[in-house]
C-alpha cells in the first residue's frame, strides 16, 4: 500500500524486483501504513498547499468541516475522537487549527495507516496520522493569503495575519489570534545516540496546546533503543507522557531468513484525572525470500480495565503481485473510565501491482465495533465494509492518480436495535487528479465527487420558557444525508528558484456541506462551501 | 452585502434565516405564570406571548398543559372551565414545578413555576419616540426587544424605511417572573 508520495527509498520496495532481505523487512512493516513526507503533499490542487488537507488524496480519509472549515479527521467510518494523531510518538488533540495544518510541511513527514496500526500504539480503535518532525539547516519560508510562516535551524512560526482582519469584518471575534509553531533541536550523544527535543504548538484564544518531545535513540550493531518523554499543556490539561523501546536484530535464526524483536512499552498521565499504560512485543519475521510476517501483543491498562490486543500481518508476493492480509484488535478506553474500553476488530486484505509506469492497488476491509457508549452505556456496535482502489501513473513529465472507494458503515444503540449509517459514512468518494510538469512550470487538475454525509434531521423545536431558548427534537438518527459534492480543482506551480516557488490554487465548489438549523429549529439551513476560493502563495527552502 | 460575499468566499455560505428579534416570525416569545411563585391553595394562570408571520403578536393560552417534573404532582395542572391552571398543593419545600404546554401555532413551550413560595411578576413601562426617528441608531433600554421594523442590535434599534409595525420587550426578574409590553411602532 505504499504511494506515489512516498520517498525514494520507500518507494522502490514496491516493484517487482525486489532487492535485499531486509528491504522486504521494510516492505512488510510499511506495508499497511501510507508514508509521505509532507513536502510531497505540496502540489495537490484544491488544497491550499495545506499538507492536512491534502491527505484527503487518500480515499478513506475524509476531513470533517464545523462552520465550513476542516477542523479534524475522519478515517473510514472512525470519528476524529477514535483516530489517533500523533506528533513525534506522543498524541496531539489535533493536526488543524483555523482550518490549516497546525505542524509546517517543510519541517515534517506524515504517516497514514488506515487499516489498523501496529502494536506500538494503542488507546484507539480507527486510523492513524502521524506527523514527525525533520531538522532543517535552511531557512524554510511560505506565505499565503491567511498566514506567514519563517523557519532556520529546526525552529519555525506560523502566525495567521489575515483570519483577525475577516474576522473584524465579520464581526465574529476582532480579538482571536491564532499561531503555530514549530521547534526540531537534534543534538548526537556519543558515538551510538542521537538527541532529539521536538515542539508543536497551536496556540488561539481558547488556550491550544503545546507538545514538547525529548527523544533519545540508541543504535549499536544489532540494538536498537529509543526512550522518551513528553509534556503537553492542552487547555489547561497537564499530560505526561513516556516511551521506551528496543530492538534486536537476530538475522538469520531459528531457520527465518531474517529476524527482528522489539519490545515496549507506554504511559499517559493526565495530571488528577487518569493515567494509562500500554506494554507491547513484537516481531518482524522473513520466512521465506517472499513471505514476511509481521505479528505482537498489545497489553492496555486503562485504569480499572486491562486489555490485550494481538494484531498481526501476512506479506506475500506472488505472481508478480504483493498480497497483504492485515488483523488485529484494538481497544479505547471509555470516556468515564468506569466503563468497558471500546473494542473494534479490524481485517484488512490488499493486493498491489506493479505495472511499471503504473501501481495499482486494491483494499478490502472489515471493521467490527463494540461497545461503543450511547447514553452514557457501553451498548453501541457498529460495522464497517468496504473496498478501495488506488491507481497511480507516472509518465514523463504527466503525473495522474486516481483513488475511490465504496464503504457501508451502520452502528446500532444496542446489538439487537435498528442500525443505520454510521456518523462518518461516506459510501462513495472518488479523488482523481493529474499534473503536467514543463520547465519551470507545473500544471494540475483534480476532480473529487463524494457523497454526502448522514445527519439526523431536526424535526422542531420546544420553546423554553426559563432560558429563553429552543430545544431541538430529533427524528430518526442519521436519516438524512447531505448532498452529493463535486468539485473542481485549478493549480498552477512556478519554480521562481530551484527551491523556490509561486503557486495559484483555485477550488471551484459551492456544494452544501452540511445543515445547520434556525435558533427556533424551524429552518434548515445549508452550510455551502465556497464556490470560488483562490488561494495565491509562495513557498521554499532558502 | 460586503461581509456576506467576503464570508461566502472565505468560510462558506450559510442560508439566511430570520434573526430572533423579528416578530414577523411564528413564534412563542416568552411565556408567563400570574403568579410565578405560588403558596399551597393558589392557583396561577399561564398565558403566552405569540408572535405571527404576517400578522400582531398577540397573547394566546395553551390549548393543552401537563406536568414535567416532578411526575408526583401531576394534580397541580387543571382545565378550569376555558383556560388551564396550576393549584399550588402542600409542599414542605420550594418545589419548581415544570409544565408542558401547546399553544395555538402548534409550538410546544416549557414553563417551571415555583411552589411554596410567594412573588408577582415584575413591571414594565417602557417607551418609544412616536413618530420613530428614521435612519438613526435608538437606545431602547433595558428588556429582550423584539420589533418587525428595522434592524436591532442588541437594545439599539434602527430603522431606515418607512413602516409600521410592532415593537415587544420582555423582562425577566430571573426567578421566573416574566412581564412585556407590545408598542406600536410608526416611522414615517
Redesign the interface.
Given at each position: 500500500m505504499t504511494d506515489n508520495l512516498l520517498p525514494e527509498k520507500s518507494r522502490e520496495i514496491s516493484g517487482d524486483k525486489l532487492g535485499a532481505l531486509r528491504t522486504w523487512i521494510v516492505a512488510g512493516v510499511i506495508a499497511a501504513a501510507r508514508l509521505a513526507r509532507a513536502d510531497d503533499l505540496a502540489y495537490v490542487p484544491g488544497t491550499g498547499d495545506d499538507p492536512v488537507r491534502a491527505l484527503e488524496v487518500f480515499p478513506a480519509i475524509e476531513l470533517v468541516p464545523v462552520?465550513?472549515?476542516p477542523s479534524a479527521i475522519a478515517i473510514r467510518d472512525a470519528a476524529p475522537d477514535e483516530n489517533k494523531l500523533l506528533f513525534d510518538g506522543f498524541e496531539v488533540p489535533s493536526l488543524l487549527l483555523g482550518g490549516r495544518s497546525v505542524f509546517l510541511r517543510q519541517l515534517s513527514s506524515v504517516r497514514v495507516e488506515a487499516d489498523g496500526f501496529g502494536v506500538e500504539q494503542g488507546r484507539a480503535t480507527g486510523g492513524l496520522v502521524e506527523v514527525s518532525s525533520q531538522s532543517a539547516q535552511q531557512l524554510v519560508a511560505e506565505l499565503t493569503p491567511i498566514d506567514l510562516a519563517l523557519g532556520r535551524n529546526g525552529i519555525a512560526i506560523r502566525g495567521s495575519f489575515f483570519e483577525p482582519v475577516?474576522r473584524r469584518?465579520?464581526?465574529l471575534d476582532p480579538d482571536r489570534h491564532a499561531v503555530t509553531f514549530q521547534v526540531r533541536v537534534d543534538h548526537r550523544a556519543g558515538d551510538h545516540g542521537w538527541l532529539a527535543l521536538s515542539q508543536l504548538g497551536a496556540i488561539d484564544n481558547d488556550g491550544g496546546y503545546v507538545r514538547t518531545v525529548l527523544t533519545y535513540r540508541y543504535r549499536r550493531g544489532p540494538w536498537r533503543a529509543l526512550a522518551a518523554g513528553s509534556f503537553m499543556n492542552d487547555h489547561g490539561d497537564h499530560w505526561l507522557d513516556t516511551r521506551a523501546e528496543l530492538r534486536r536484530d537476530l538475522g538469520h535464526a531459528l531457520g527465518l531468513h531474517a529476524l527482528e524483536v522489539r519490545a515496549g512499552e507506554d504511559t499517559s498521565w493526565v495530571v488528577d484525572q487518569h493515567l494509562y499504560a500500554g506494554a507491547w512485543a513484537a516481531t518482524t519475521a522473513a520466512l521465506t525470500r517472499d513471505v514476511v510476517f509481521i505479528g505482537g501483543l498489545r497489553v492496555d491498562a486503562f485504569e480499572h480495565h486491562v486489555t490485550a490486543q494481538p494484531r498481526g500481518m501476512l506479506a506475500v508476493h506472488a505472481a508478480e503481485m504483493t498480497w497483504r492480509l492485515a488483523a488485529g484488535a484494538y481497544r479505547r478506553p471509555a470516556m468515564d473510565d468506569a466503563s468497558t474500553p471500546q473494542r473494534a476488530t479490524q481485517l484488512a486484505f490488499s493486493v498491489e501491482k506493479n505495472w511499471g509506469v503504473s501501481r495499482s492497488e486494491l483494499t478490502a476491509y472489515y471493521v467490527d465495533r463494540e461497545r461503543l457508549i450511547v447514553d452514557g452505556k457501553a451498548t453501541g456496535v457498529a460495522t464497517n465494509l468496504g473496498l478501495e482502489l488506488r491507481e497511480v501513473v507516472q509518465r514523463g513529465p504527466w503525473r495522474a492518480r486516481l483513488g475511490v472507494s465504496y464503504s457501508h458503515a451502520t452502528r446500532a444503540d444496542r446489538p439487537t436495535a435498528p442500525s443505520h449509517a454510521a456518523d462518518y459514512d461516506l459510501p462513495v468518494h472518488v479523488d482523481a487528479l493529474a499534473s503536467w510538469k514543463h520547465g519551470a512550470w507545473q500544471l494540475g487538475a483534480r476532480v473529487q465527487l463524494r457523497a454526502g454525509l448522514p445527519y439526523t434531521p431536526v424535526t422542531?423545536g420546544?420553546?423554553?420558557?426559563?432560558s429563553?431558548s429552543y430545544t431541538p427534537l430529533y427524528g430518526k438518527p442519521m436519516a438524512e444525508r447531505a448532498p452529493w459534492r463535486r468539485e473542481l480543482d485549478l493549480r498552477a506551480d512556478r519554480w521562481l528558484l530551484p527551491s523556490l516557488r509561486a503557486y495559484l490554487d483555485v477550488q471551484l465548489d459551492g456544494g452544501v456541506?452540511g445543515y445547520?438549523y434556525?435558533?427556533?429549529y424551524?429552518?434548515r439551513?445549508?452550510?455551502?462551501?465556497?464556490?470560488?476560493?483562490p488561494w495565491l502563495g509562495i513557498a521554499g527552502n532558502l | 452585502m460586503?461581509?456576506a460575499l467576503?464570508?461566502?468566499?472565505?468560510?462558506?455560505?450559510?442560508?439566511?434565516?430570520?434573526p430572533?428579534w423579528q416578530l414577523d416570525h411564528?413564534?412563542?416569545l416568552?411565556?408567563a405564570a400570574d403568579p410565578p411563585r405560588v403558596l399551597p391553595g393558589q392557583s396561577a394562570r399561564v398565558s403566552?406571548l405569540v408572535a405571527h408571520a404576517g400578522a400582531p403578536v398577540d397573547e394566546e393560552q395553551p390549548v393543552a398543559m401537563t406536568v414535567v417534573s416532578p411526575r408526583e404532582l401531576y394534580t397541580a395542572v387543571h382545565y378550569n372551565l376555558d383556560h388551564w391552571q396550576i393549584d399550588a398543593p402542600a409542599v414542605t419545600e420550594p418545589t419548581a414545578l415544570v409544565v408542558?404546554m401547546r399553544l395555538p401555532p402548534g409550538?410546544?413551550?416549557?414553563?417551571?413555576v415555583w411552589l411554596g413560595l410567594s412573588g408577582a411578576n415584575p413591571t414594565v413601562a417602557a417607551t418609544v419616540p412616536d413618530p420613530f426617528p428614521r435612519g438613526r441608531d435608538v437606545e431602547l433600554g433595558d428588556g429582550?426587544w423584539f420589533t418587525s421594523c428595522g434592524t436591532l442590535r442588541g437594545t439599539t434599534l434602527r430603522v431606515d424605511q418607512t413602516c409600521d409595525g410592532q415593537l415587544v420587550v420582555?423582562v425577566?426578574d430571573g426567578d421566573?417572573g416574566?412581564a412585556w409590553q407590545v408598542l406600536a411602532l410608526r416611522v414615517q
Open positions: 462552520a465550513g472549515v475577516m469584518e465579520l464581526e422542531g420546544i420553546y423554553d420558557a426559563d429563553d456541506l445547520t434556525s435558533y427556533d424551524m429552518q439551513l445549508a452550510v455551502r462551501a465556497p464556490a470560488v476560493l | 460586503k461581509r467576503l464570508a461566502c468566499l472565505l468560510a462558506g455560505c450559510v442560508d439566511a434565516s430570520d430572533p411564528d413564534r412563542v416568552a411565556v403566552a408542558e409550538e410546544v413551550a416549557t414553563k417551571t429582550e420582555v425577566r421566573g416574566v
